[in-house]
T-cell receptor, first 111, second 113 residues
């Protein structure tokens, strides 16, 4: 099945800093999602982005499907951005529409 | 709020017991997915239902079973529980069974003692 790798595994920032999280996937995808898992364990949908670029406030994401990677940009980070960011991909073809998750990037934003 | 609801939020039980986790998908969504998040395995797909029928299975143990009812809510049954079954169990839903965005519920945290 498809492999999803995220980097970096850990990231520590000061409030106000910008960051870029990367997600590499091993095969073509028809679904690529970014999630934020908050300290209470909830998985919050950030982006559904199988290709192209999207922006939502201070967050934006870009997926280059032909090169098999996606980037999540966080600008002017806030302490509430802390948590784990997951990338998840759904492989093209077949009848199994499961998401395969990366191991996540643990982001800590210090005041 | 994703619109997906899960009950209970927390569950503490003993080894050997059986529990049932419940999920209600977003209004209008026909597909339900179950995922397990554990410290050692990360987030893993368990099983998918579409409009009442099982469509795909992942790393789901034989001690686990699920179903989707006519009103589209789903239940995940875990039996003969072991310490290693302690995890966060998520339900997700999507409008169809194709390459649609999946929305996740708040999860049920299961602790087996």
């Amino acid at each position: 099945g498809i492999q999803v790798e995220q980097s970096p595994p850990d990231l520590i920032l000061q409030e106000g800093a910008n960051s870029t999280l990367r997600c590499n996937f091993s095969d073509s995808v028809n679904n690529l999602q970014w999630f934020h898992q908050n300290p209470w364990g909830q998985l919050i949908n950030l982006f559904y982005i199988p290709s192209g670029t999207k922006q939502n406030g201070r967050l934006s994401a870009t997926t280059v499907a032909t090169e098999r990677y996606s980037l999540l940009y966080i600008s002017s980070s806030q302490t509430t951005d802390s948590g784990v960011y997951f990338c998840a991909a759904l492989n093209s073809g077949g009848s199994n529409y499961k998401l395969t998750f990366g191991k996540g990037t643990l982001l800590t934003v210090n005041p | 709020d994703s619109g997906v609801t899960q009950t209970p939020k927390h569950l503490i039980t003993a080894t050997g017991q059986r529990v049932t986790l419940r999920c209600s998908p977003r209004s209008g969504d026909l597909s339900v997915y179950w995922y397990q998040q554990s410290l050692d395995q990360g987030l893993q797909f368990l099983i998918q239902y579409y409009n009442g029928e099982e469509r795909a299975k992942g790393n789901i143990l034989e001690r686990f079973s699920a179903q989707q009812f006519p009103d589209l809510h789903s239940e995940l049954n875990l039996s003969s529980l072991e310490l290693g079954d302690s995890a966060l169990y998520f339900c997700a839903s999507s409008v169809g069974q194709g390459y649609y965005e999946q929305y996740f519920g708040p999860g049920t945290r299961l602790t087996v003692t």
